[in-house]
């Protein structure tokens, strides 16, 4: 998705918390499939991740609050809702990340964290 197409998107749901509304044209999944990577090793490993249950990556706390796809007749897309908590500091979390990532437009919104990185891949 050109980051034209999702600034609309970005702009109706910039504030959706946890449980997120429904945009019309896309289609409410249970699980996110994210790759990360982890830049010191270049170890890239794609993590499932399903709705309100959190994952760990590394230091990482990845909870999936929503994940969107677009309908099977449209051109392919997810938009999943991250909140990202580092624990390397504190064990209860500093947060990384809060919001929407794209799929198609990954430099839209994304985690910047020197040593890791995660990206949309589908919503499944």
Request: charged fraction near 20%; hydrophobic fraction near 50%.
């Amino acid at each position: 998705m050109p980051a034209l197409l999702a600034a609309p998107l970005l702009a109706t749901l910039a504030a959706v918390p946890a449980a997120a509304q429904q945009e019309p044209g896309w289609v409410a999944k249970r699980t996110a499939q994210l790759q990360a990577l982890d830049k010191v090793t270049a170890r890239i490993t794609i993590v499932d991740a399903p709705v309100n249950q959190p994952v760990r990556f590394g230091t990482l706390s990845v909870t999936v609050r929503a994940c969107n796809a677009r309908p099977p007749e449209e051109v392919p897309d997810a938009a999943a809702w991250l909140e990202v908590l580092d624990t390397r500091n504190d064990p209860n979390g500093t947060p990384a990340f809060r919001g929407w990532m794209f799929a198609n437009a990954p430099g839209v919104s994304m985690l910047e964290h020197p040593v890791y990185d995660l990206r949309v891949l589908e919503c499944k």
